[in-house]
């Protein structure tokens, strides 16, 4: 059964939407929810189709069912703030970039967050590195009950958190912590969807704050680079080097909500100066 653990912040007239990672829940991002109220900002935390439930209840979705959530969420947004930011966490971040790249004159600026392309960080498995190659599998209908199990140490560097997180994630509160694991078909459709964003980079307007752990554990730095490299719009990079893959809720979450306020601020004051010049 699916729990609803998506949360709103209310604030000022500048709105940030945060999107959560594959298997993830909201829960990955409230603390950075909170970071950006407390700066002004109204807030909303939401939760992707399908997650927050069993594997079952994920597998009944794939990327389109993601971003059709995302685009409901942008949508009761705008018609809350004047300036909409969209930032997010692994996949959450390309379901920003596609949503900026789809939607550019309702995206003021994109936090881009762990960006996962692929699975390439240090911690991941020589087998699960082919993962790639799961849509051609998925096509055959080939590994539907298979999943690559999360492994240490679960993109967390903050060793005491890391405890809390894998206690509940492996005691099965998805709600809380997400799944243990990535079922072969949802990653299936995550690399279609890596694809597709792939593909529209240069359509991305929006200045982009690029923010990647430098040690990522699950996506390489090279990830942060194809962002950079392939988006259309000014970008502004934030390597972590006290932190692994969840840079959202780890050690140095308080340096990102810090440069993340600092950076949409930025965006809505040079709007501003540019209308009274006008």
Not at 23 to 45: C, D, I, S, Y
Not at 47 to 55: E, F, R
Not at 102 to 123: E, H, I, N
Request: proline residues 4%; glycine residues 10%.
């Amino acid at each position: 059964m699916i729990q609803q653990t998506d949360f709103f912040f209310e604030g000022g007239r500048n709105g940030v939407l945060l999107i959560h990672g594959l298997t993830g829940t909201p829960m990955e991002m409230r603390l950075l929810g909170k970071g950006l109220n407390r700066a002004g900002f109204t807030v909303q935390g939401m939760q992707l189709a399908g997650h927050c439930g069993n594997v079952e209840d994920l597998l009944a979705t794939g990327w389109r069912d993601w971003y059709a959530s995302v685009e409901k969420a942008a949508d009761d947004m705008l018609g809350k703030v004047d300036h909409l930011f969209v930032g997010g966490l692994s996949m959450g971040a390309l379901l920003a970039l596609k949503l900026a790249a789809d939607r550019p004159q309702d995206v003021a600026g994109v936090g881009v967050y762990g960006a996962t392309f692929r699975y390439d960080g240090w911690s991941i498995p020589s087998m699960a590195r082919l993962s790639f190659m799961l849509p051609l599998l998925k096509k055959f209908g080939i590994g539907r009950e298979r999943s690559f199990m999360e492994q240490p140490p679960y993109g967390i560097r903050d060793e005491r958190l890391r405890a809390q997180i894998s206690t509940a994630m492996l005691g099965g509160d998805s709600a809380a912590a997400g799944l243990p694991g990535n079922p072969w078909y949802s990653l299936a459709e995550m690399y279609a969807l890596a694809a597709r964003v792939r593909r529209q980079l240069s359509q991305v307007t929006a200045p982009c704050l690029v923010a990647h752990a430098s040690e990522d554990d699950v996506a390489s730095v090279k990830n942060a680079e194809l962002v950079m490299r392939g988006v259309n719009a000014p970008t502004e990079l934030l390597l972590l080097d006290d932190s692994y893959h969840m840079i959202t809720i780890d050690k140095e979450r308080r340096t990102l909500i810090e440069r993340s306020a600092t950076f949409f601020e930025r965006i809505v004051a040079a709007e501003s100066a540019q209308l009274i010049a006008a």
